[in-house]
């Protein structure tokens, strides 16, 4: 078996910010073309921006000089220096329409992601004492975001700067792949990431709407697109550029499939809430890692729930499931 070597692009620069989340270091990267282009925006902290300041610096170039911002998804650490750069600049922004919409009145938005949080976990079957606690450690986040106007709403397939925008939901509900034909290359964001296994996570189905997303499903659905596609190499939001996505693509599948055959043997012993067989497959749970960790169990309950194999049911507020066919 043959595989490809990562050959650098000079037209693109990476350049890796620092965050305050376990996740580490964040990748934006610059394309030197027109117009000059800025893909991701990292996290709003003083420190991001300094690193910001002198990955352009070494290239003779400041922010003021970008002149267009594409956001792959609107999570904090993906888009946080934004605005700044904006004032810095004046750069037209781009980001899928949810990511507007988030952002447009964010103070608003973080009081009903606290909310439906709160119930959904609750409704899962979490501790409230656990709930609570994580309640308290996602508001310490809060800061890291702003309100703030997206000048253009992607729509799927449109092509921008050279770039064709994908919608590719499952981690967020906005995840955007930008591709280029011409490099055969991807700008990923959290999409797809070497090494790394991207949670599709727990959350609303849409801004206006309280029901839950089925995340992981929607997930492993952008996951096959990706993979009809012709690229040579992967930009992602987090490590280095790599190659062969087919491959890496097909080790994630195969995970997750390992992770659903261990969730439906778990539910053969017995109905289970999610929050069970999160403290089955993690016993070390604690209250920060929470949301991470009921997401992969929901995802792989949603999964074999999608495949007619287990079913939800509500018993006194909390959700229970069982194997397709058995009675509670």
């Not at 989340?21 to 893909?39: E, S, W």
């Not at 994908?166 to 090494?195: C, I, N, Q, W």
Request: glycine share 6%.
């Amino acid at each position: 078996m043959s595989f490809s070597t990562f050959h650098a692009d000079p037209a693109i620069l990476r350049i890796s910010l620092p965050t305050p989340f376990p996740v580490g270091m964040v990748n934006v990267f610059l394309l030197k073309q027109a117009p000059l282009t800025l893909i991701d925006a990292g996290v709003k902290t003083d420190e991001a921006w300094e690193r910001l300041v002198q990955g352009l610096a070494k290239e003779n170039l400041a922010p003021a000089d970008i002149e267009a911002v594409l956001i792959t998804h609107g999570h904090l650490d993906h888009m946080g220096l934004v605005p700044r750069i904006v004032e810095e600049s004046g750069a037209k922004t781009y980001a899928h329409p949810d990511v507007i919409e988030q952002f447009a009145a964010y103070d608003r938005e973080v009081a009903r992601g606290h909310q439906f949080f709160h119930d959904i976990l609750l409704h899962l079957g979490a501790p409230e004492k656990f709930v609570d606690e994580l309640m308290q450690f996602r508001s310490r986040f809060n800061a890291l975001g702003s309100t703030l106007k997206i000048d253009h709403a992607l729509q799927d397939g449109e092509t921008v700067g050279g770039l064709r925008a994908h919608y590719v939901p499952g981690h967020s509900a906005s995840d955007t792949l930008f591709y280029s034909a011409e490099r055969r290359a991807a700008f990923t964001g959290d999409h797809v990431l070497k090494g790394v296994s991207p949670n599709p996570l727990l959350r609303r189905a849409s801004r206006q709407s309280p029901a839950r997303a089925r995340s992981l499903v929607q997930y492993q659905r952008s996951l096959r697109f990706t993979r009809s596609l012709d690229i040579e190499t992967c930009y992602a939001g987090h490590g280095a550029p790599f190659v062969e996505h087919r491959a890496v693509i097909d080790a994630l599948l195969k995970r997750h499939e390992r992770r659903t055959r261990q969730v439906g043997k778990l539910l053969a012993e017995r109905p289970m809430t999610p929050y069970e067989i999160v403290m089955r497959i993690f016993p070390r749970i604690t209250s920060q890692t929470l949301h991470f960790a009921l997401s992969v169990a929901i995802g792989h309950l949603d999964v074999l729930e999608d495949r007619g194999q287990a079913k939800a049911e509500p018993t006194n507020g909390v959700v229970v499931y069982r194997l397709a066919g058995e009675v509670l």
